[in-house]
C-alpha cells in the first residue's frame, strides 16, 4: 500500500514518547517525497486522459491516489511539526545553548527554527517590564526557601553569586546557595539539589 | 509601601483610565493571583493583563531597589527576598501559562486578534502579539522549506487554522462564585436529560464545562481554582 | 516520565480527528474490510489476488481507515465498509456481558478510538455500536481510574496490557497524579530536579560510549 515509508515516519516518533528527540530522518522524508512525486505524475497524465478521451473510468483511481498524498503530506506534517514541539522543549530545558548531542540529531533547517525561536523569546521576555526584562524560563516551581542545599555532579567550575562571591564548583562538593541562582544549573543536571 | 503606592497612582494616571481605581501592593498582588489561576486553569487564551504586569514589575523593581538599602545579614532582608521570588513566581508562572497557549493554539489566537472589532479586549499584549506573528511566520517558513515546496504544486500549502486544534472548551474547570449569579444554563450530558438552569451562590465551588461559565470568568464574577 | 516542555498534539475527541496527532494518524492506519464498489484501473498491483491491471468492482480487499474515509462517499458507489469483528453484533453481546473481561489492547488497541471513526461511514448498525462503545467505557472506567489511584509502587502491568490505548493514557495521568500527590506529602514537591530531557540524552550518551 501507499503511504508505508509515511507511516514509518510518525512510528519512528512515537516510539520516543517522552518528547526526546531521535535523529532527523532525511531518508525517510525523501522516500516519501520521492512516492508523491511519482503518485503526482501517474495522476496527471490519467487526469489528461480521463479529458481527452472520455475515460471517466479512470476517476476512482485518480481519487485513491489522491487520498494517498494526502495521506503522505500528513504524515510528513506531523512528523516535522512534532519535531518542532520537541526542539522548543529543548530551549526550555537546555537553555539558549544546546549540547553538540543534541544539535546532532536535528537537521540544519531544525536548528534554523530553534535559532528564530530563541530569539523570539528572548524578544518577548527583554520587553518584560524594566531594562532587563523578566526570564520567565525561570522560576519553575513555587520557592519554598532563599537558599538551598546543592551537589555538583560534575566539574563545572567557578561560578559567581549575588554578592560578587565567587565559588568553586567541583565535582562532589555540597554548597548552600541561593535558589534563584542555581535553577538552570540543576535542570542542566549540573548541581543536584538536596533535600534536608 | 508609601513608595509602592506612588509608582501605582502614577501608572494609573499614565494609562489616563479614571474609572480605574488606585490598588494597594496587596490588593494589586490579588489581582495577579487572581489572573493567574484563571490562565492557568482555563482551556483558552484569556484577555491579557498587561496593566498588572507592568504594575508588578515596578513593584519588583522598587523592592530590589530597597532591598539594596537594607543592611545584609538583617532579617528583613531575607523576608523581603522571599516575597520578591515569590512574587516573580507567580508571574513567570502566570506569563508562561499564556505563551504556551499562545504557542500550542497560535492559528486560531492570531485570527481571533485580527479579527476583533476596535475597541474589544485584546487577548493579546503587542509583545505577545509580536512573539505569535514571528512563531507562526517561523513555523510557516520551517515547513515550507522542508517539506512542502518539495511537494506536488496542489500540496504545497497546509491550513494551519484546520490542522492545529483548537482549545477545548468543553473540559471541566473547577470555580468558585464571586458573584452570586442566577438561571445559568447547563446543557445536558446524556440524551435522557434537558437543558436545566443553576443559582450559583457566594462562595461555593463548583466543577463545570468550561463554555458555560467562560463569560463570567472574563467578568470577574467566578474564579477558576 | 515525559517533559512538561513537550506537549504533543492531542488526538481528537470523539469522531474528531487531529490533523497533526501521531495518535490520530496511528489509529487512521488501522486496517478495516472493505469492499470495492467500482473498478479501480491499473492499480491492480495494490492487490495480492489481482492478475489483470485493475482492482476488479466487488474485490474484499483490507484498507487503512485514512483511505476507507477519503474514498467513501455516501452519495456515490465507492467502496463499502464492513465492520471489524470487534464491532459486530456477537462481539457487542459479550461487552454487554461484562466488558472487564475483555482484552481491550488485543482486540484494539484503538477501541474506542476505531469505533468512533466508524461512525463517519453509514450503516444501520451505527447507534448499537456508539451504545457499545459508550457503555463500555463507562463500565471499565471505574476500575482504570480506582487502580491508577490507589496503586503506588505496585506492578499493574497485568492489568494495563490489556487496556486500549485511550485507556492507557488515562490511567497514565491517574499514575502521575498519585505521584505528585505523594511527593506533596513527602515534602519533595519543591526539590527541582534536572530535565528528564537531560537525563536520558546523558543516558543514551553513556549507552553509545560504552557500545
Same mark, same amino acid.
Given at each position: ?125 527583554? =520587553? ?67 533535600? =534536608? | ?60 523593581t522598587h523592592m530590589e531597589e530597597n532591598l539594596q538599602r537594607v543592611k545584609k545579614g538583617d532579617l528583613k532582608a531575607s523576608i523581603h527576598r522571599m516575597e520578591i521570588d515569590r512574587i516573580r513566581y507567580v508571574l513567570s508562572s502566570y506569563l508562561r501559562s499564556r505563551l504556551q497557549k499562545i504557542e500550542k493554539y497560535f492559528p486560531h489566537v492570531l485570527k481571533k486578534e ?112 | 516520565? /515525559? ?64 483511505? /476507507?474515509?477519503?474514498?467513501?462517499? !455516501? ?72 487502580? !491508577? ?26 499514575? /502521575? ?11 519533595? !514537591? ?16 553513556? /549507552?553509545?560510549?560504552?557500545?
Open positions: 500500500m501507499f503511504g508505508e515509508k509515511a507511516i514509518e515516519l510518525v512510528r519512528e516518533l512515537d516510539r520516543i514518547g517522552d518528547g526526546q528527540l531521535p535523529a532527523f530522518n532525511e531518508d525517510g522524508i525523501r522516500q516519501v517525497l520521492e512516492e508523491m512525486k511519482a503518485l503526482y505524475e501517474q495522476n496527471q497524465s490519467d487526469v489528461n486522459e480521463a479529458k481527452s478521451e472520455g475515460a471517466s473510468e479512470l476517476i476512482p483511481t485518480i481519487k485513491f491516489r489522491h487520498c494517498c498524498l494526502l495521506r503522505n503530506q500528513r504524515c510528513i506534517a506531523a512528523y516535522l511539526y512534532d519535531r518542532l514541539l520537541r526542539v522548543r522543549a529543548l530551549r526550555w530545558e537546555y537553555g539558549s545553548v544546546l549540547p553538540t548531542s543534541v544539535r546532532f540529531h536535528m537537521s540544519a533547517e531544525e536548528l534554523e527554527w530553534f535559532n528564530q525561536y530563541k530569539k523570539s523569546l528572548a524578544t518577548y521576555m527583554r =520587553s518584560l517590564g524594566g531594562e532587563e526584562g523578566l526570564d520567565i524560563t525561570q522560576d519553575m516551581k513555587p520557592p519554598k526557601s532563599l537558599y538551598i542545599e546543592v551537589r555538583c555532579v560534575k566539574d563545572h567550575g567557578e561560578f559567581e553569586i549575588d554578592d560578587g562571591t565567587i565559588i568553586l564548583l567541583k565535582k562532589n562538593s555540597q554548597h548552600f546557595l541561593p535558589r534563584w541562582k542555581c535553577e538552570h544549573l540543576i535542570r542542566q543536571g549540573v548541581l543536584e539539589h538536596v533535600l =534536608s | 509601601v508609601s513608595v509602592m503606592s506612588d509608582v501605582l497612582s502614577e501608572a494609573s494616571e499614565g494609562s489616563g483610565d479614571d474609572s480605574q481605581e488606585l490598588m494597594t501592593p496587596a490588593e494589586l498582588i490579588e489581582k495577579l493571583e487572581e489572573a493567574w489561576l484563571n490562565e492557568k486553569f482555563s482551556p483558552e487564551l484569556l484577555e491579557n493583563k498587561s496593566e498588572i504586569v507592568e504594575c508588578v514589575m515596578e513593584q519588583l485580527k479579527s476583533r472589532a476596535d475597541g474589544d479586549p485584546s487577548y493579546l499584549s503587542p509583545e505577545e502579539f509580536a512573539f505569535a506573528k514571528e512563531y507562526m511566520a517561523n513555523t510557516e517558513t520551517y515547513l515550507k522549506n522542508v517539506a512542502l515546496r518539495h511537494m506536488p504544486p496542489n500540496l504545497q500549502t497546509v491550513d494551519f487554522a484546520k490542522c492545529v486544534p483548537e482549545p477545548s472548551l468543553d473540559s471541566f474547570v473547577f470555580l468558585r462564585v464571586k458573584v452570586q449569579q442566577e438561571n445559568i444554563l447547563v446543557e445536558p450530558e446524556t440524551d435522557d436529560q434537558s437543558e436545566y438552569a443553576v443559582d450559583l451562590e457566594v462562595g461555593s465551588q463548583h466543577l463545570m464545562r468550561y463554555r458555560t461559565i467562560a463569560p463570567l470568568v472574563s467578568n470577574g464574577a467566578v474564579q477558576l481554582i | 516520565m /515525559a517533559t512538561q516542555s513537550y506537549t504533543p498534539v492531542p488526538p481528537g475527541v470523539g469522531m474528531e480527528d487531529n490533523f497533526l496527532s501521531l495518535d490520530d494518524i496511528l489509529l487512521s492506519q488501522e486496517k478495516l474490510p472493505c469492499r470495492t464498489e467500482t473498478a479501480f484501473p491499473r492499480l491492480g498491483f495494490l492487490e495480492k489476488s489481482g492478475d489483470t491491471g485493475d482492482i476488479q468492482e466487488g474485490t474484499k480487499m483490507e484498507m487503512p481507515l485514512w483511505l /476507507a474515509k477519503g474514498l467513501y462517499d !455516501s452519495k456515490r458507489r465507492v467502496v463499502a465498509v464492513d465492520l471489524p469483528k470487534v464491532y459486530r453484533e456477537g462481539w457487542r453481546t459479550v461487552f454487554g456481558a461484562d466488558p472487564n473481561v475483555v482484552d481491550l489492547h488485543k482486540m484494539g488497541p484503538y477501541y474506542y478510538g476505531l469505533g468512533s471513526q466508524l461512525l463517519h461511514f453509514d450503516s444501520p448498525e451505527n447507534p448499537d455500536i456508539a451504545q457499545t462503545v459508550l457503555q463500555t467505557f463507562v463500565r471499565r472506567f471505574r476500575r482504570i481510574m480506582d487502580s !491508577s489511584q490507589n496503586a503506588y509502587n505496585e506492578d499493574t502491568s497485568a492489568l494495563v496490557e490489556k487496556l486500549d490505548c485511550m485507556e492507557r493514557s488515562l490511567f497514565r495521568s491517574g499514575q /502521575a497524579g498519585l505521584h505528585d500527590f505523594q511527593r506533596w506529602e513527602k515534602g519533595q !514537591s519543591s526539590q527541582m530536579t534536572a530535565s528528564s530531557l537531560v537525563q536520558n540524552y546523558r543516558k543514551r550518551k553513556f /549507552a553509545e560510549l560504552e557500545a
